[in-house]
């Protein structure tokens, strides 16, 4: 058998690349909603508890006025809406000692849900790369409520989720809790085997549109981080291009929901209504990474799916691997990596030494960030920052707040205090 096509089977992805489903997003306008509404929406922002969230979604809902227009926008909060109260149901049941358990806490830089059709080996790669125990079966739908497990990649960490399949095409209570494990994820792993991978693939591509969960990444991409400690105003950072909207803009549309608050990042080409879309959360857009496993049946055929795959999925990562013969995965931290698209960040205190542990950002991430994760004081306080390291010039640079950070940058912090 040729296992050398295990190691050519594996490409990454061309993140510059220009996409259909981008159009989609742009098509499904909701803007001119009533300002009742956009009033309502912060509430849902806000709401701490799943129980204050479906109470201000319903309101939110009821003030959306029914037209052709809004009917994305009302199948979604719709959408949503069930998917919270499996939660809260959820959580009932575990106070009375049953259930399976779909909430999972956060671990480590990311994590990553392991998903796909049944039978697979999603709990067989689970276990492999984590040690996690989670039940292999030769039966389908054997795994009935998500498991965890630790991936070490250098110096990061990152949790795998093993979950239970989504069924195609049904809407039940199974699959919303299922579709909000997704939704709540940082990326997902697809694993298919040798029956069928395209037509699968497809399947649940679809399925998860129409919850408003996106695998390919739109050509312009809006990230609204609301502050919640102190008066920050509202920050615009463009790492791209707004197409039809002025920065100011950007900071009615804000203010016309209330938000007065708040760090808005722009990567790639962006309208004005990929700003309120971000906005209202109707779209996310997870990155995935595609595993064709039991490659060890017919590795032919294998990188031939493979192919195919990297082609109709918009060069998303597509990995050919076998568990049974523990090949094809050596990369897999690597890519998990890349296409979570993280940096890593050292601080260091002046005339101190370099911290131990990265903190982990987002790429495109700036000072600002850094000086967040480490205390609201230090935005308060900011004075410059120095920087050593890809995204200057020459060590020890002096920077501003907006200044984009690269993977292993060292950043030292200067406040007034
Ligand atoms: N031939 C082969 N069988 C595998 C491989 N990985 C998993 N299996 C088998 O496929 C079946 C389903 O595995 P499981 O991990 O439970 O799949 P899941 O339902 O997707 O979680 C089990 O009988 C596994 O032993 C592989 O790489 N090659
Ligand atoms: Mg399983």
Redesign the pocket.
């Known amino acids: 058998m040729d296992t050398h096509g295990f190691y050519t089977a594996i490409y990454l992805a061309n993140i510059n690349q220009v996409n259909i489903i981008h159009y989609l997003w742009r098509t499904t306008m909701v803007t001119n909603l009533p300002a009742e509404a956009r009033a309502k929406w912060i509430k849902v922002m806000e709401a701490k508890t799943p129980e204050e969230k479906i109470k201000a979604l319903e309101e939110f809902l009821s003030a959306v006025p029914k037209h052709k227009g809004t009917a994305n926008l009302r199948l979604w909060a719709s959408k949503r809406l069930a998917e919270l109260r499996e939660l809260v149901e959820e959580r009932r049941r575990r106070r009375a000692g049953r259930g399976p358990r779909f909430f999972i806490e956060k671990e480590g830089a990311a994590q990553v849900v392991v998903i796909?059709p049944?039978?697979?080996?999603?709990?067989?790669i689970v276990k492999l790369l984590t040690g996690a125990k989670t039940k292999?079966?030769?039966y389908?739908m054997?795994?009935n409520e998500p498991v965890p497990g630790m991936l070490r990649y250098k110096d990061v960490l990152f949790q795998l989720v093993?979950s239970p399949?989504l069924i195609i095409g049904r809407s039940s209570s199974w699959n919303s809790r299922v579709i909000g494990l997704i939704r709540n994820t940082d990326a997902v792993i697809i694993?298919l085997d040798l029956d069928d991978p395209v037509h699968r693939y497809l399947e649940l591509k679809n399925e998860l549109e129409s919850s408003g969960i996106l695998l390919y990444k739109p050509r312009g991409r809006v990230v609204i981080e609301r502050s919640r400690s102190g008066k920050v105003g509202i920050r615009v950072t463009i790492m791209g291009k707004l197409i039809d909207c002025t920065i100011d803009d950007i900071r009615k549309l804000l203010e016309s929901y209330r938000i007065y608050n708040a760090h808005v990042k722009v990567y790639g080409e962006v309208t004005i209504n990929d700003v309120e879309q971000a906005l209202l959360e109707t779209k996310v857009y997870k990155p995935s990474i595609i595993i064709i496993?039991?490659a060890?049946?017919n590795i032919r055929r294998a990188v031939e799916y493979g192919k195919t795959l990297w082609k109709i999925s918009e060069n998303t990562p597509v990995i050919v691997a076998?568990?049974?013969l523990g090949k094809g995965f050596e990369k897999i931290g690597e890519i998990i990596f890349k296409t979570l698209d993280l940096i890593r960040v050292y601080t260091k205190e002046p005339n101190g030494e370099i911290a131990e542990k990265p903190l982990i950002l987002r790429k495109g991430a700036t000072v600002f960030d850094v000086a967040k994760s480490i205390h609201k004081d230090f935005v308060k306080a900011f004075q410059y920052a120095k920087i050593w390291g890809k995204s200057v010039k020459y060590p020890g640079e002096r920077v501003g707040m907006d200044h984009v950070l690269e993977d292993g940058d060292i950043v030292e912090i200067h406040t007034k205090i």
Do not use: H
């Not at 049944?118 to 067989?124: C, I, L």
């Open positions: 796909g049944p039978n697979t080996g999603k709990s067989s292999i079966a030769s389908p054997s795994t093993d399949p694993v496993n039991k060890d049946l076998s568990v049974k």
